[in-house]
């Protein structure tokens, strides 16, 4: 019905979208903010002064004179930026209990006048929050004494408005108050009430809500707020029907960084555990998660008497320590050996800092990540997790995922049990309207519980007075809820997942959970994911270095690895941060380069005797192939693992070139005036070119409000794209290579590839230049190939997942970006091609086109994403009936290459008899003098295999991921499954 209050029907659809109370009952607000007038009561103005910063300044270097004074209303600073308020004054002498009020917008840090944090507040605006019963004030601390002196200090900083960079930071005023108790009761009351009179589906119980809340209001209009309390007594006493229980977790989800800087995320983590230690007290019954060590770690460096109170409230059982990644990280593009120092980093630092055993430790926490890897199960399973929890599914743009309770198993057989809170959130407010919506939508509603994850999120800040007064209403008497809601009682996650898997949970989901959004994520900020695939790849030199040299680098990689897994968070690598985050990724990313540069160099030169010229291999795979040193080039033939002298090239090397055709005898090229491959025969005249490879075009790419940078527009294939035009060719034979070098231009872009052949590979290779300044565009290399069928296998982390090529349904053409690793492939009863990169992961593969996306251009919240100059290679390859081996060994070789060196040679220190069973790992133990050696089943079939190694041991162990023994194993013959991931500790007495 139309509203008898002009206000209030202006504010209908606002207040629909904002507060969840129905366009038919804005009423209710108006209601509530009148009753709101009633709770506090002014007593004393407090005195307030200013420092204004750019960058935070720690309490200790404040100084007392550089504060000036602030009225209400002004204004600190702009986006990022920070400031110290000060605020002083003197409780009168009739004001009992009375609360120190401070306004601002933004977010606050409050400590006492020794710097010690005893709250923080926040005014942070979150899509769906209820509204707070002191309107723009919010309380600090508890209630003071008569005649008390107040000095306090609160860091202030203002982030943006929801998700853009707009507005100022304002210091709205500060006083002292007197709160009337019956009246902050009374608001509670009314709003709980008032949200599941506009919710609830049940007619008769809405009319006789909406009655109550009529005669509570008529009685509050009176200042009768006794009676108006009690007349909402019976609705709030009367017990639920349901016998459906939601276990209850605060929670208060921080982005390592997105719309903030990491310095930024340093504050906002002390304000969210300063207001969480807060709210322990106040509430007896509630129960907080956290999820991300990284964060602890940080308090336990910055603010050690705040780390000591967090431990004291997880020993307590109040603190819930979920997860056991060291941050939630991105999992479609982090390799299988970071994933596993996800869980091995988190899970040390939470078993060393807080004492907790494996039972503790049972629980995976992403609910936000974008999509989740085939292989993760495994990982999980081997890490000691075997319960996984997300929302991200639901936010499917085409399919509705049809669980939220169920088994997800892996590409190796390897299953989880996963629980997606059925509200569709991880920053739930608590109310009525929530707790309905999420049971409406349980399909696995039958088991008789779900998890409620609840509390202000995405730049933390945890359940708040709000979220908590309202749940509080909803526990109801001795915890028998209230009529019209399923029960609820504070819990943790820990106690829900124990309590399903006693349950016969009826679905399994096998393979990926592949979120159909943020595909663009694959590609956006690609200077990022390159230098995230180059430390990885150094990360795992250096430890092999290590072992080969005995010597312990343990505690100079140990940050390394640290600042790694935390640039994997699932808005840094992924590219969906503001500038700053990016280009202070990109800063790390170099000085760890140079930092491990500098340990690899020592120990080659460690190990040198002598200045031959020598090649060094640190993959699982022999090579035989060509590097250039001092100008010249040689013939490098190593084992794996292992270092050897390199002779000059003998040549003839039977490469040739002519006009538009090169040739290295296996493969033969041929262009077109455009510069596309349009034929690629092989030594026996088989044709692999089909309709032209590596046609280089600018497909549009629309903003997608309010994902730009997450997501691409799956209409854009509807769209011709724009060919990049050949602005110049040559071709020449340089020892064992044939090069051509071409040039190509489009609108706001220019490109030069070397395409090389190499005598006796069949891989050609792009290595591309790119000076990139489109907007809105996506760059991308297109390759039809002669052999194509209905499944592209694509690399993930120690394996290969199979993905459909058609589209036959909505499911198959939500899929119209996937991400792969080192390679994708596409094959036929003939053979197969293979697409391969050294990091990208971008891809598309439907109706016989394989896709890579080199480069992209939106405009949020990076304006300057991309733009500049860019360095990468990819390659692709034909290969045999059978020959999925030999992609698999060149994607290594284009992520690897040869280091070359002087005066280090070595024999094979380690290597399988199996080809499909690669050595991905060789390291000292986490502990002790031992050394690990991981290694994995790459072809999808069961495999027995010894391995061969010089690495001196006694007892040879299998272990789990965390390195804990299993049982001893005979090198001799080790047996794999598909896919499985084998990790063997081998100790030296």
């Known amino acids: 019905m139309r509203q008898r209050c002009g206000e209030g029907g202006r504010m209908a659809g606002f207040l629909s979208f904002l507060y969840g109370i129905r366009v038919e009952q804005p009423e209710q607000y108006l209601r509530l903010r009148r009753l709101r007038a009633r709770v506090y009561r002014r007593v004393a103005p407090l005195e307030a002064a200013v420092v204004r910063s750019a960058e935070p300044i720690p309490f200790a270097e404040l100084d007392p004179a550089a504060f000036t004074p602030i009225r209400a209303g002004a204004a600190w600073g702009g986006v990022l930026d920070c400031a110290w308020l000060r605020l002083t004054g003197e409780v009168p002498a009739d004001a009992v209990g009375a609360r120190v009020m401070l306004g601002i917008r933004g977010e606050g840090l409050v400590v006492d006048r020794h710097g010690t944090p005893f709250d923080a507040v926040s005014t942070v605006f979150q899509q769906g929050d209820l509204p707070h019963s002191g309107g723009r004030f919010r309380p600090v601390g508890d209630g003071l004494a008569p005649g008390e002196r107040v000095e306090l200090y609160a860091d202030v900083s203002y982030n943006g408005f929801i998700l853009y960079p707009v507005g100022r930071g304002v210091f709205r005023g500060a006083h002292l108050a007197v709160r009337d108790e019956t009246a902050f009761g009374l608001y509670y009351d009314y709003l709980t009430l008032a949200v599941l009179a506009g919710h609830t589906d049940d007619a008769e119980l809405a009319r006789e809500l909406r009655t109550s809340l009529d005669i509570a209001w008529r009685h509050a209009r009176s200042g009768e707020l006794v009676a108006a309390r009690a007349a909402l007594a019976g609705p709030l006493t009367t017990p639920a029907a349901s016998d459906f229980v939601y276990h209850a977790i605060g929670h208060g989800h921080l982005d390592m960084a997105w719309l903030w800087p990491l310095r930024e995320t340093r504050r906002k983590a002390a304000r969210t555990y300063t207001r969480t230690l807060a709210n322990l007290e106040r509430y007896p019954g509630y129960r907080y998660g956290t999820s991300q060590p990284q964060q602890l770690a940080w308090m336990k460096e910055q603010r050690p008497e705040l780390f000591a109170r967090l431990r004291d409230a997880a020993a307590s059982g109040r603190l819930e320590l979920q997860g056991s990644f060291w941050v939630e990280p991105d999992t479609n593009m982090p390799s299988g050996e970071s994933l596993v120092r996800q869980a091995l980093v988190g899970r040390r630092f939470l078993q060393q800092e807080f004492g907790l055993d494996d039972e503790q430790l049972r629980l995976c926490w992403l609910p936000d990540t974008f999509g989740y890897s085939g292989n993760l199960p495994q990982l999980l399973r081997k890490s000691g997790m075997d319960w996984f929890q997300t929302i991200k599914i639901s936010w499917n743009k085409t399919n509705v995922f049809p669980h939220r309770s169920f088994r997800w198993q892996g ?340 490109l030069e590839q070397r395409i090389v052949l190499e005598a006796g590979s069949e891989l050609v290779r792009f290595h591309t230049r790119v000076d990139w300044h489109a907007s809105h565009r996506m760059l991308r290399a297109e390759f039809r190939p002669s052999r194509y069928g209905p499944e592209a296998l694509c690399e993930i982390q120690f394996g290969h997942l199979a993905r459909t090529t058609t589209e036959r349904d909505a499911v198959e053409a939500a899929q119209f970006e996937v991400c792969a690793h080192r390679w994708i492939a596409v094959q036929d009863e003939a053979g197969g091609f293979a697409l391969l990169n050294d990091g990208k992961y971008g891809h598309r593969a439907k109706q016989g086109l394989l896709s890579l996306n080199l480069l992209r251009s939106p405009t949020f919240p990076d304006r300057s994403a991309d733009r500049g100059r860019h360095e990468f290679t990819y390659a692709f390859r034909p290969f045999a009936p059978g020959g999925l081996g030999e992609v698999i060994r060149d994607g290594y070789r284009l992520n690897n290459p040869l280091r070359t060196t002087r005066g280090v040679a070595f024999d094979s220190l380690v290597s399988t008899t199996d080809a499909g069973v690669v050595v991905d790992t060789v390291k000292r133990a986490e502990a002790g003098a031992g050394t690990v050696v991981r290694l994995y089943e790459s072809l999808g079939r069961p495999a027995t295999t010894a391995l061969v190694t010089r690495i001196p041991h006694v007892t040879v162990h299998e272990t789990d991921l965390l390195e804990r023994r299993i049982r001893e194993v005979d090198l001799e013959r080790l047996e794999l499954g598909p896919f499985e991931v084998l990790t063997l500790l081998l100790e030296d007495g």
Not at 506 to 528: D, S
Not at 543 to 571: C, G, K, M, Y
Not at 718 to 727: S, V
Request: aromatic share 6%.
């Open 411 to 750: 590409i190796d057989g390897s299953s989880v049990l996963v629980h997606m809170p059925p509200e569709g959130d991880y920053n739930s407010r608590g109310a009525p309207d929530g707790l309905l919506r999420g049971l409406a939508q349980y399909p696995e509603r039958a088991l008789g519980a779900a998890l409620l994850v609840y509390g202000s999120g995405d730049g933390g800040g945890g359940p708040g007075e709000i979220h908590l007064e309202v749940l509080d209403r909803e526990i109801g008497v001795d915890g028998q809820g209230i009529r019209g809601l399923p029960r609820v009682r504070f819990s943790t996650a820990n106690a829900f997942f124990r309590e399903l898997e006693r349950h016969e949970v009826p679905h399994t989901h096998a393979g990926e959970l592949y979120l159909e959004a943020h595909q663009g994520t694959y590609t956006t900020q690609g200077a990022i994911k390159r230098h995230n695939r180059v430390v990885e790849r150094m990360l795992h030199e250096v430890e092999a270095l290590s072992v080969l040299a005995s010597v312990d680098t343990r505690a100079e990689l140990e940050p390394i690895w640290r600042a790694l897994l935390l640039n994997q968070f699932h808005d840094i690598l992924p590219g969906s941060s503001i500038e700053r985050v990016n280009r202070e990724a990109v800063e790390t990313y170099r000085r760890l380069e140079g930092e491990l540069e500098t340990l690899a160099s020592d120990l080659l030169e460690g190990a040198a005797e002598g200045d031959t010229a020598t090649a060094v291999n640190l993959t699982g795979f022999a090579r035989d192939e060509h590097v250039r040193v001092d100008g010249r080039w040689h013939r490098a033939v190593v084992e794996p693992y292992a270092a050897a002298r390199i002779e000059p090239a003998p040549g003839p090397f039977g490469l040739a070139t002519a006009g538009d055709m090169m040739t290295n005898g296996l493969l033969t090229l041929r262009f077109d005036s455009a510069g596309v491959i349009v034929s690629c025969t092989d030594a026996a005249g088989a044709q692999h070119a089909g309709a032209g490879l590596n046609r280089l075009v600018l497909h549009r790419d629309p903003y997608q409000w309010p994902f730009d940078a997450w997501d691409i527009d799956p209409r854009y294939t509807t769209r011709a794209p724009r060919q990049l035009r050949l602005a110049s060719a040559e071709t020449r034979v340089d020892g064992p290579t044939v090069v051509r070098t071409q040039r190509l231009v489009g609108r706001g872009v220019e």
